[in-house]
């Protein structure tokens, strides 16, 4: 009888420990958005990265195509690429044939070896792959201590194709798609993938909603805007942003141009005035009403002033 019930405790507590384990690995995923007819977001989460999150604070995306799937961003880690890939099996069992990286940002492109290792083809724009060579080992420091012995097996693998090219024509398994660089944004060398029969654009970094977005030492403003001016220009009725929810031209425009339009306009009279840094600080910090619904806006909106500042003051 003793035997018995030790035997029954044990049962217990392993199975207890089986469900506790299998919460833990299930305890993030991307949402699947269907856009249009084989053409899927897959949206992360727009808090910080995470080890939960598998650094998978952004979205990424992919098209279903007669010979298998599009990818567009592949994640920050092989483990982040293998939820991806969990995800895309629930839309269909047809193999990822071509990643195409958006940017140079850990979470576009670390999980290139996750993919290229099942036969896939890597695609980027030669400036994006650039970017990458220059951040490596930035991004690795810092996934190392976010997800921790998540990135032990991170290959750092650029595209096996890189196209040298501003616009670029695609033919992937019948689909026609377009891979562009419209100047510096985010960061440097940034692309945008646009689908013209489906009015749907993956905009990578260029475009934040939902959150608001960060600009870093190396994110040219001036430049940030024009390049999104250009995206906009191709009127699409979809766009997948970097972060956030999928949205239309009046979301984007209002929660990342207008966003960008304000920082420069109003460090721009700041700097006509005479204003110093910390004055321009506090004056833009109590004028941006319109953007303080903004997840992050508490921890970012000061920065982004001074940064903003920084550029066009040396500029003058």
């Given at each position: ?79 982040g690429a293998k939820l991806i890939q969990q995800r895309i099996s629930t839309v269909t069992d047809k193999p990822v044939k071509w990643v195409i990286n958006t940017g140079s940002q850990d979470h576009r492109w670390l999980g290139n070896s996750y993919f290229k290792q099942q036969g896939a083809e890597i695609i980027a724009l030669s400036s994006t792959v650039e970017e990458q060579k220059k951040h490596i080992e930035t991004h690795l420091e810092r996934l190392k201590n ?171």
């Amino acid at each position: 009888m003793q035997v018995t019930m030790i035997y029954s405790l044990k049962s217990r507590l392993f199975m207890f420990c089986l469900l506790l384990l299998s919460q833990s690995v299930l305890a993030f995923e991307l949402e699947t958005v269907k856009v249009t007819d084989n053409v899927y977001a897959l949206i992360g989460e727009t808090g910080p990265r995470t080890y939960d999150n598998h650094a998978l604070n952004n979205n990424v995306g992919f098209i279903v195509v007669d010979d298998g799937v599009i990818l567009i961003d592949s994640g920050a880690s092989p483990s982040g690429a293998k939820l991806i890939q969990q995800r895309i099996s629930t839309v269909t069992d047809k193999p990822v044939k071509w990643v195409i990286n958006t940017g140079s940002q850990d979470h576009r492109w670390l999980g290139n070896s996750y993919f290229k290792q099942q036969g896939a083809e890597i695609i980027a724009l030669s400036s994006t792959v650039e970017e990458q060579k220059k951040h490596i080992e930035t991004h690795l420091e810092r996934l190392k201590n976010t997800i921790r012995e998540r990135a032990n097996d991170i290959q750092p693998l650029q595209a096996t194709r890189v196209l040298e090219e501003v616009n670029n024509r695609l033919l992937l398994g019948g689909k026609n798609i377009q891979l562009n660089f419209p100047g510096d944004s985010h960061f440097p060398g940034d692309g945008y993938v646009w689908l013209a029969e489906e009015q749907v654009v993956f905009t990578g970094d260029l475009v934040y909603v939902d959150r608001i977005l960060g600009i870093q030492s190396y994110s040219p403003v001036a430049s940030w805007l024009k390049a999104f001016n250009k995206m906009v220009q191709l009127k699409p009725g979809y766009i997948i942003p970097g972060h956030g929810s999928v949205s239309d031209l009046n979301k984007v425009q209002q929660q990342t141009g207008d966003y960008l339009k304000y920082l420069i306009s109003g460090v721009s009279k700041a700097l006509e005035d005479w204003l110093e840094l910390d004055e321009t600080v506090d004056l833009l910090a109590e004028s941006a009403g319109q953007f303080k619904q903004l997840q992050n806006f508490d921890s970012w909106h000061k920065l982004n002033i001074n940064r903003t500042y920084l550029q066009l003051e040396a500029d003058l």
